[in-house]
């Protein structure tokens, strides 16, 4: 029922066109954001994953102009979402607002830094960051360390002052709210325990299935107002309330509903390689509970501690996930390295065909023309060389 309602288990669509990217998008709600490429950037990642190869370029048209009716904000993360969803955070923006106001020493000691940077949106954005010229547009520490400049439009950005006005080379181009976001959203005024039921809800149709927690993580709503919000939603009809076989807590069941409008399928018969951050694994506790799979990314892991490597992706197949894979898109040399390969148990062992050929079609969709390379690392790693050879 989960992965029906995250897309999967339907017949794919021969041609892959705007439109089925965006009935995928409507699904799913939200897009997480992260910057690592190392195989891809992972919004691409789960249309890839429910839909087969499609053309980048075709999401990037759809993403990186608010005119397409997509933005950036923080409904779980940094992610893409339909600009119509702008006034359910804005109870959001407003607690940003007030907290960072209140408690935050750069906030309280860069006022003025806050007024210029409206001023130069107003008189020349949508900008990017590294389009404004000023003297502490420099930036302190190694990697990701951000300038004031930067600083200070994120800021702006969590408030709902500034919103973004599309990529460029993956960089975001920042706008005042008023430039990007229609005068119609901008206006709608939604009470904040309305916004929470209606989030709420939408998390429920996204995930077909769970827990009070589950839905609440899918845009990270806290608080005692979230179960008041379910039981208005089990009220109405929205949530059924049901118990889930091995959904358990010292031996008593964890209280489960699914949306009334979930369908349970028949079978799942499908094969995708997940990116760390899908929904279908991006809450951890419920990745164990669904698949019995413990899943921690490692990016941040010194190398000599990482137990399966650095970008990880869970293989899942049908309805279970049988194995994880370290993929590196290696451009330079024209193929898709597998830089380990590991089994869930026994599952991955039996599935090495359809695992070998995900990994092939991964390679075409990347562009790479010399295929799959198998790294030695993993126990999965000698089966998949057997099968997919060399290249």
């Given at each position: 029922?989960?992965?029906?309602?995250?897309?999967?288990?339907?017949?794919?669509?021969?041609?892959?066109?705007?439109?089925?990217?965006?009935?995928?998008?409507?699904?799913?709600?939200?897009?997480?954001?992260?910057?690592?490429?190392?195989?891809?950037?992972?919004?691409?990642?789960?249309?890839?994953?429910?839909?087969?190869?499609?053309?980048?370029?075709?999401?990037?048209?759809?993403?990186?102009?608010?005119?397409?009716?997509?933005?950036?904000?923080?409904?779980?993360?940094?992610?893409?979402?339909?600009?119509?969803?702008?006034?359910?955070?804005?109870?959001?923006?407003?607690?940003?607002?007030?907290?960072?106001?209140?408690?935050?020493?750069?906030?309280?000691?860069?006022?003025?830094?806050?007024?210029?940077?409206?001023?130069?949106?107003?008189?020349?954005?949508?900008?990017?960051?590294?389009?404004?010229?000023?003297?502490?547009?420099?930036?302190?520490?190694?990697?990701?360390?951000?300038?004031?400049?930067?600083?200070?439009?994120?800021?702006?950005?969590?408030?709902?002052?500034?919103?973004?006005?599309?990529?460029?080379?993956?960089?975001?181009?920042?706008?005042?709210?008023?430039?990007?976001?229609?005068?119609?959203?901008?206006?709608?005024?939604?009470?904040?325990?309305?916004?929470?039921?209606?989030?709420?809800?939408?998390?429920?149709?996204?995930?077909?299935?769970?827990?009070?927690?589950?839905?609440?993580?899918?845009?990270?709503?806290?608080?005692?107002?979230v179960a008041v919000a379910a039981a208005e939603l089990e009220d109405a009809g929205d949530l059924v309330p049901v118990r889930v076989?091995?959904?358990?807590?010292?031996?008593?069941?964890?209280?489960?509903?699914?949306?009334?409008?979930?369908?349970?399928?028949?079978?799942?018969?499908?094969?995708?390689?997940?990116?760390?951050?899908?929904?279908?694994?991006?809450?951890?506790?419920?990745?164990?509970?669904?698949?019995?799979?413990?899943?921690?990314?490692?990016?941040?892991?010194?190398?000599?501690?990482?137990?399966?490597?650095?970008?990880?992706?869970?293989?899942?197949?049908?309805?279970?996930?049988?194995?994880?894979?370290?993929?590196?898109?290696?451009?330079?040399?024209?193929?898709?390295?597998?830089?380990?390969?590991?089994?869930?148990?026994?599952?991955?062992?039996?599935?090495?065909?359809?695992?070998?050929?995900?990994?092939?079609?991964?390679?075409?969709?990347?562009?790479?023309?010399?295929?799959?390379?198998?790294?030695?690392?993993?126990?999965?790693?000698?089966?998949?060389?057997?099968?997919?050879?060399?290249?």
């Open positions: 029922m989960a992965l029906a309602a995250q897309g999967f288990g339907r017949l794919r669509p021969a041609a892959i066109g705007t439109r089925q990217l965006k009935l995928t998008l409507d699904r799913l709600q939200i897009l997480q954001i992260d910057s690592v490429n190392v195989f891809e950037r992972s919004h691409y990642l789960p249309l890839h994953a429910r839909l087969g190869g499609y053309d980048r370029a075709l999401l990037d048209r759809l993403l990186f102009s608010p005119a397409h009716g997509y933005i950036e904000y923080l409904p779980h993360v940094a992610c893409f979402m339909p600009v119509d969803m702008w006034p359910l955070f804005r109870w959001r923006m407003d607690a940003y607002r007030e907290k960072h106001t209140r408690q935050d020493a750069w906030v309280q000691q860069n006022g003025a830094m806050l007024d210029w940077l409206r001023t130069e949106l107003a008189a020349r954005g949508p900008l990017a960051a590294s389009e404004i010229e000023h003297e502490s547009n420099v930036r302190r520490g190694p990697w990701w360390g951000w300038s004031d400049v930067k600083e200070g439009l994120e800021y702006l950005f969590w408030w709902g002052e500034v919103a973004s006005a599309g990529r460029s080379r993956f960089e975001r181009r920042y706008a005042l709210a008023e430039q990007v976001v229609p005068a119609e959203i901008r206006e709608i005024e939604v009470a904040r325990p309305d916004a929470i039921r209606e989030l709420l809800r939408r998390a429920a149709v996204s995930y077909g299935v769970g827990t009070l927690r589950d839905f609440a993580d899918y845009y990270r709503l806290k608080g005692p107002e076989a091995g959904w358990e807590r010292n031996g008593r069941p964890i209280p489960a509903w699914r949306h009334r409008d979930a369908r349970l399928p028949r079978r799942i018969s499908d094969g995708a390689l997940l990116s760390p951050f899908d929904p279908i694994v991006w809450e951890r506790s419920r990745t164990e509970r669904m698949f019995g799979f413990h899943y921690r990314i490692e990016i941040y892991v010194p190398q000599p501690k990482r137990v399966y490597g650095y970008y990880v992706l869970p293989v899942l197949l049908d309805d279970e996930i049988v194995g994880r894979i370290d993929l590196k898109s290696d451009r330079q040399a024209g193929v898709l390295r597998a830089q380990a390969s590991w089994s869930e148990g026994s599952a991955g062992h039996r599935q090495v065909e359809r695992i070998a050929e995900l990994l092939r079609s991964a390679a075409r969709w990347q562009g790479l023309e010399g295929g799959v390379v198998i790294e030695p690392r993993g126990d999965l790693a000698a089966p998949l060389r057997a099968v997919i050879g060399g290249s």
